[in-house]
C-alpha cells in the first residue's frame, strides 16, 4: 500500500516565509496542514490580549497551492495541542507520516525526496531527524557549535502516526525512538528578522518563559557584532557565534529567489 505523507504548519504571523514554505513542500507530498489561530499561546498572557495574528488567509486559500492544503482554525493554549489538532485531522485522513516543517524551514528538493525515500525503506521508527543550519540576522551568516561545526543540531522532522506519535510537550514528539536521515540538511531562518520581527517572536513564542527575553534582546540581538558569543536564547553556548556562510553551503533554491 502507497504510504501517505503530509506535512503541518504552525501558523502565526511568519508573513515573510509562508508562501515559500508552501512551495517548498507542495510538490512532494499529499496534503499540507495549516494550524492558525488568531491569538497567540497562553505562555504570555499579555500577547494573548494585545497581539493578533497578521498573517491574511485569503492569501493562501486564492494560491496555486490551496489544492493540498487543509486549514485548521482554532484556538490553543498551547504549542502541543495545536500541533496535536494537525495529527488529529491527519490522522482521520490516513495519513501514516507527519512532517514537522515550521514556515522558516526549508529543504533542497532533491533532499526533500531522499528524506521521503529513506523512510520508506525504513518505516517502523517513530521519530526522523536530519542535520539543522541555523542563519543569523540574515541569510549570509550562519550560526556555530563551540568546536566549529555548522550543524546547529538534529531536530526531529517527521513523526510515525500509524506507531500512534503525537506531540508531548511544543515541538517535542512523545516518544524518543528515533533516527538520523544522512546526508540531507534542514535551512533554519528562524532567526532571518528585523528587530520588530524578533520581538514579536519573544513575545508570542513557546519558549517566552524560558530565558530573560529582554535582557537577550538587547544583549545578544540588539548589540551582536561577529565577536559576539553564546547566542542561543536558552542553551548560549549551542550557538557559539555566527559567522558569514560558507561558500560551500548552498541554499535551497527557494531561498534564492
Not at 6 to 35: C, P, R
Not at 90 to 100: Q, T
Not at 157 to 178: A, E, H, Q, Y
Amino acid at each position: 500500500m502507497r504510504m501517505k505523507f503530509a506535512t503541518h504548519i504552525v501558523l502565526f504571523g511568519q508573513d515573510k516565509w509562508i508562501m515559500k514554505n508552501i512551495e517548498n513542500s507542495y510538490k512532494h507530498v499529499d496534503v499540507i496542514y495549516i494550524s492558525y489561530s488568531k491569538k497567540p499561546w497562553g505562555y504570555n498572557p499579555n500577547a494573548r490580549k494585545n497581539i493578533i495574528n497578521s498573517f491574511n488567509l485569503d492569501i493562501i486559500k486564492e494560491s496555486v497551492f490551496f489544492d493540498k492544503i487543509t486549514l485548521i482554525e482554532g484556538d490553543w493554549q498551547t504549542e502541543e495541542d495545536q500541533r496535536n489538532a494537525c495529527v488529529s485531522k491527519a490522522k482521520k485522513d490516513n495519513v501514516d507520516y507527519l512532517m514537522i516543517h515550521d514556515a522558516d524551514e526549508f529543504y533542497h528538493d532533491d533532499d526533500f525526496e531522499l528524506i521521503l525515500d529513506f523512510i520508506k525503506k525504513n518505516p517502523d521508527h517513530d521519530v526522523y531527524k536530519c542535520a539543522w543550519y541555523n542563519f543569523w540576522k540574515t541569510l549570509d551568516y550562519i550560526t556555530i557549535q563551540s568546536d566549529g561545526n555548522l550543524v546547529a543540531g538534529y531536530p526531529e522532522i517527521f513523526i510515525n502516526l500509524t506507531t500512534g506519535t503525537d506531540f508531548s510537550r511544543k515541538r517535542r514528539p512523545s516518544s524518543n525512538k528515533s533516527i538520523i536521515i544522512p546526508n540531507v540538511f534542514c535551512y533554519h531562518a528562524s532567526y532571518v528578522l528585523t528587530d520588530s520581527e524578533v520581538k514579536n517572536k519573544l513575545n508570542t513564542w513557546g519558549h517566552h518563559n524560558d530565558f530573560n527575553t529582554d535582557k537577550w534582546y538587547n544583549e545578544k540581538w540588539l548589540n551582536w557584532n561577529e565577536q559576539s558569543i553564546d547566542l542561543h536564547p536558552i542553551s548560549p553556548s549551542a550557538w557559539k557565534r555566527a559567522i558569514k556562510k560558507p561558500k560551500d553551503i548552498e541554499l535551497p533554491k527557494i531561498l534564492k529567489q
